[in-house]
């Protein structure tokens, strides 16, 4: 036919049959999927232990002049020419690999994931997998202020996506396993697996399904597992205290998590300046991380404490370690160095450099709070990471893990959300969507029931249908047509069971074949049957019958007769949005008895 959207469809069944309606879209595959995440899981954890092996035998030879991998602080290196150097040349090393490596190393990792998830087809090149752990060990090792988290994800989901594209997955399923895959990496690290599962929802997965959630989990206890034998077990900084808050304690942690919001959101502005100000520097890319790295140096010079990981100085600040001068010159250099390092597009994470920010932050206020100022430096760090990232319950949970002390829980989350609620507010985008949204792609990360999966057909069709009897012959068909305004009719029998679609570019056609006039419709529109939905099934079955015949409206028969009773059109599908629209936007007082109703009940 002239019309696409009038076209006859070559086929009417669907495979199986009609979906049956359930609370969660699950099959067999799930099963599969999570066999597959054993197999990722071993992989992130086992890219975890070399990734922190890596870190520390590039920091031992740059600093100690060691070769071996045991973990040293740099709070006791001596401050001199070569501190200055070594995070320059490191920095050096890294545009070297993204120029003629893959640019896909530089950033912090996180943000390179979802963009993969969102726009790749969730597919990652093997260079990454071994480049982003080298680029990152280089980078931290030689001083740069970043932890190992966003590496471990790009890293762990590059094991998951390289693993799932030796099979036939869809993306969707590739996703689970680049997330499975990250996620495992971060447990591994950290020893959080619930905090993990909880990233993996609020930042990577983009929806909440059985398929996706159940193989990441697996994933996850399978890096759980292996993490005693790689890495050792227990929190990574076990805590205990029980502040016996005031009535007011929480309401103290809210006034925290406002702080650690403002602190966020001064931090993420900063950030996207120094970012652009690079954008705008006579010089090539790759230079810019050898620049960066000589704040990073400079830096050094006035407090070492600031370089590297900084694991030793979180553990400080939850034990309670440090004075306030050296707290308030860690929180001033680290600052500064870790902006300058993260715009110039260098490697390495920002989630170790966020818990001791906010955990600095966090130990100050507790010098006028009570309870231990560790405690507040918990939530401190903790409503840092929630603000930051838009994960509160992320942020709450890894907390209580990284410590051990789940009595802190209710703190913690008042403080997250308190910082979330403050971020979402004033900024558009997060430090992780901003750089894509940089890169010309939207995201929202705003999850919601579809809702043509609650609606029925039978709330959107068109009830009073104009027909075509499939006894007219082509004559009278095109007769009807120029009587009648339609475009496209339903072609009936007797018993008024749909056969077809007859349009009007049909009409006209048959009005210039010779000898078509007088046969009838049932002999034109019925060598191809249509696909029908019923009036109790959902919208969302019938946009995909739709969308696989490639039809602008599908007819809806009684399940029982087969009769047609009605139909379903493009404009049906925008009265589903249109209702989800209002439901947003439409506000009413119901029980307002000082307000008169215009219309009153008789």
Same mark, same amino acid.
């Given at each position: 036919?002239?019309?696409?959207?009038?076209?006859?469809?070559?086929?009417?069944?669907?495979?199986?049959?009609?979906?049956?309606?359930?609370?969660?879209?699950?099959?067999?595959?799930?099963?599969?999927?999570?066999?597959?995440?054993?197999?990722?899981?071993?992989?992130?954890?086992?890219? @975890?232990?070399?990734?922190?092996?890596?870190?520390?035998?590039?920091?031992?030879?740059?600093?100690?002049?060691?070769?071996?991998?045991?973990?040293?602080?740099? @709070?006791?290196?001596?401050?001199?020419v070569?501190?200055?150097?070594?995070?320059?040349?490191g920095?050096?090393?890294?545009?070297?690999?993204?120029?003629?490596?893959?640019?896909?190393?530089?950033?912090?990792?996180?943000?390179?994931?979802?963009?993969?998830?969102?726009?790749?087809?969730?597919?990652?090149?093997?260079?990454?997998?071994?480049?982003?752990?080298?680029?990152?060990?280089?980078?931290?090792g030689?001083?740069?202020?970043?932890?190992?988290?966003?590496?471990?994800i790009?890293?762990?989901? @590059?094991?998951?996506?390289?693993?799932?594209?030796?099979?036939d997955?869809?993306?969707?399923?590739?996703?689970t396993?680049?997330?499975?895959?990250?996620?495992?990496?971060?447990?591994?690290?950290f020893?959080?697996?619930?905090?993990?599962?909880?990233?993996?929802?609020?930042?990577?997965?983009?929806e909440?399904?059985?398929?996706?959630?159940?193989?990441v989990?697996?994933?996850?206890?399978?890096?759980?597992?292996?993490?005693?034998?790689?890495?050792?077990h227990g929190?990574?900084?076990?805590?205990?205290?029980?502040?016996?808050?005031?009535?007011?304690?929480?309401?103290?942690?809210?006034?925290?998590?406002?702080?650690?919001?403002l602190?966020?959101?001064?931090?993420?502005?900063?950030?996207?300046?120094?970012?652009?100000?690079?954008?705008?520097?006579?010089?090539?890319?790759?230079?810019?991380?050898?620049?960066?790295?000589?704040?990073?140096?400079?830096?050094?010079?006035?407090?070492?404490?600031?370089?590297?990981?900084?694991?030793?100085?979180?553990?400080?600040?939850?034990?309670?370690?440090?004075?306030?001068?050296?707290?308030?010159?860690?929180?001033?250099?680290?600052?500064v160095?870790?902006?300058?390092?993260?715009?110039?597009?260098?490697?390495?994470?920002?989630?170790?450099?966020?818990?001791?920010?906010?955990?600095?932050?966090?130990?100050?206020?507790?010098?006028?709070?009570?309870?231990?100022?560790g405690?507040?430096?918990?939530?401190?760090?903790?409503?840092?990471?929630?603000?930051?990232?838009?994960?509160?319950?992320?942020?709450?949970?890894?907390?209580?893990?990284?410590?051990?002390?789940?009595?802190?829980?209710?703190?913690?989350?008042?403080?997250?959300v308190a910082?979330?609620?403050?971020?979402?507010?004033?900024?558009?985008?997060?430090?992780?969507?901003?750089?894509?949204?940089?890169?010309?792609q939207?995201?929202?990360?705003?999850?919601?029931?579809?809702?043509?999966?609650?609606?029925?057909?039978?709330?959107?069709?068109?009830?009073?249908?104009?027909?075509?009897?499939?006894?007219?012959?082509?004559?009278?068909?095109?007769?009807?047509?120029?009587?009648?305004?339609?475009?496209?009719?339903?072609?009936?029998?007797?018993?008024?069971?749909?056969?077809?679609?007859?349009?009007?570019?049909d009409?006209?056609r048959?009005?210039?074949?010779?000898?078509?006039?007088?046969?009838?419709?049932q002999?034109?529109?019925?060598?191809?049957?249509?696909?029908?939905?019923?009036?109790e099934?959902?919208?969302?079955?019938?946009l995909?019958?739709?969308?696989?015949?490639?039809?602008?409206?599908?007819?809806?028969?009684?399940?029982?007769?087969?009769?047609?009773?009605?139909?379903?059109?493009?404009?049906?599908?925008?009265?589903?949005?249109?209702k989800?629209?209002?439901?947003?936007?439409?506000?009413?007082?119901?029980?307002?008895?000082?307000?008169?109703?215009?219309?009153?009940?008789?």
């Amino acid at each position: 036919m002239a019309d696409p959207a009038s076209a006859r469809p070559r086929s009417t069944t669907v495979a199986g049959g009609p979906p049956s309606l359930a609370d969660f879209t699950a099959d067999r595959r799930l099963l599969l999927l999570a066999a597959m995440a054993l197999v990722i899981g071993t992989g992130g954890a086992a890219a @975890a232990w070399l990734l922190l092996k890596l870190i520390a035998l590039v920091t031992n030879l740059v600093w100690f002049g060691r070769f071996d991998t045991v973990s040293r602080p740099l @709070a006791d290196i001596t401050p001199s020419v070569w501190t200055v150097l070594a995070p320059a040349l490191g920095g050096l090393a890294i545009g070297l690999m993204a120029r003629f490596g893959s640019e896909k190393i530089r950033g912090h990792g996180i943000p390179e994931a979802i963009e993969a998830i969102l726009i790749g087809g969730s597919r990652m090149s093997p260079k990454v997998a071994v480049l982003k752990p080298m680029s990152s060990a280089i980078s931290i090792g030689t001083g740069g202020p970043f932890g190992a988290e966003g590496p471990i994800i790009m890293t762990g989901g @590059a094991i998951g996506s390289l693993f799932a594209q030796l099979f036939d997955l869809s993306a969707a399923e590739r996703k689970t396993l680049l997330v499975a895959g990250a996620a495992a990496g971060m447990t591994a690290v950290f020893a959080t697996p619930v905090a993990a599962v909880l990233l993996a929802i609020e930042l990577l997965l983009f929806e909440w399904r059985p398929r996706s959630f159940v193989p990441v989990v697996v994933a996850v206890i399978t890096a759980t597992c292996w993490r005693p034998l790689l890495l050792g077990h227990g929190p990574l900084f076990p805590f205990v205290a029980d502040p016996a808050l005031p009535w007011w304690g929480l309401i103290a942690c809210a006034g925290a998590g406002v702080i650690a919001g403002l602190q966020s959101g001064l931090l993420t502005k900063l950030l996207y300046i120094l970012e652009d100000a690079f954008e705008h520097l006579p010089v090539h890319w790759m230079w810019w991380p050898a620049l960066g790295g000589l704040v990073v140096g400079l830096g050094g010079l006035f407090e070492p404490r600031a370089l590297g990981v900084g694991y030793d100085v979180i553990g400080d600040l939850i034990g309670g370690h440090l004075v306030i001068q050296a707290v308030l010159m860690i929180l001033a250099v680290k600052t500064v160095v870790w902006l300058f390092a993260l715009s110039s597009g260098t490697s390495g994470g920002v989630l170790a450099p966020l818990l001791i920010l906010g955990g600095a932050v966090g130990w100050l206020l507790g010098l006028a709070l009570p309870g231990p100022s560790g405690f507040w430096a918990i939530v401190g760090m903790a409503a840092m990471l929630g603000g930051t990232m838009r994960a509160p319950l992320t942020g709450a949970l890894f907390a209580v893990e990284l410590t051990g002390d789940v009595h802190m829980l209710a703190p913690l989350l008042t403080a997250t959300v308190a910082a979330y609620a403050v971020t979402v507010l004033l900024l558009k985008r997060s430090i992780l969507t901003e750089k894509i949204a940089r890169r010309g792609q939207h995201i929202t990360r705003e999850y919601g029931i579809d809702p043509y999966e609650l609606t029925r057909v039978s709330e959107v069709m068109i009830r009073d249908v104009d027909v075509l009897s499939s006894s007219l012959t082509a004559a009278e068909a095109g007769a009807a047509f120029r009587a009648g305004g339609r475009r496209i009719y339903p072609v009936v029998d007797a018993a008024r069971r749909p056969v077809g679609f007859a349009s009007r570019g049909d009409a006209l056609r048959w009005g210039v074949e010779a000898g078509r006039e007088a046969e009838r419709l049932q002999d034109l529109v019925s060598d191809a049957s249509i696909p029908s939905v019923n009036p109790e099934d959902v919208v969302s079955r019938a946009l995909d019958l739709m969308l696989r015949s490639d039809m602008g409206r599908i007819v809806v028969v009684d399940p029982a007769s087969g009769a047609l009773v009605g139909l379903l059109t493009r404009k049906s599908l925008l009265q589903v949005r249109a209702k989800a629209v209002s439901g947003e936007a439409d506000r009413q007082a119901y029980l307002a008895p000082w307000r008169r109703s215009p219309h009153p009940e008789s």
